[in-house]
């Protein structure tokens, strides 16, 4: 029998995969490590708060998916304001800023 995956896990993947894609990027453009380990942290403190909600929010009505952000759109609004309240290196800053809009071209 079908069960479907936790959305807790969804969310969790998917924002190891995001970060993990995210670091190698940063550090392809020669950002310090601890500028990355500041970026990947404050990005999933927040992610973490709004994936409390959204399990909250699904645990009582499972529609409530149709109405939370997906967890690719979750992590690039985590991370605008991340770059929007870090002070960031110009080679961070320009990669955030590429996934960011990339992401609004899309939609």
């Given amino acids: 029998m ?7 896990d969804i969310y969790y993947e ?4 995001n970060s993990s894609n995210l670091r190698r990027q940063l550090a392809e ?6 500028e990355i380990e500041s970026v990947i942290d404050s990005v ?5 708060g709004h994936v409390a909600v959204i399990v909250e929010e699904c645990g009582r009505d499972m ?7 997906s967890p690719l759109k979750l992590f690039l609004d985590c991370l605008a304001k991340t ?3 870090l002070t960031l290196s110009p080679p961070a800053r320009r990669l955030i800023e590429l996934y960011v809009s990339a992401w609004e071209d899309w939609m």
Avoid: F, G, H, N
């Fill in 83 to 85: 770059k929007d309240s």
């Fill in 44 to 48: 999933s403190k927040m992610y973490d």
């Fill in 63 to 69: 529609m409530a998916l149709e109405r939370v952000p």
């Fill in 29 to 34: 453009k020669s950002v310090l490590e601890q």
């Fill in 2 to 8: 079908y069960k479907p995956r936790d959305t807790r």
């Fill in 14 to 17: 998917s924002l190891t995969i």
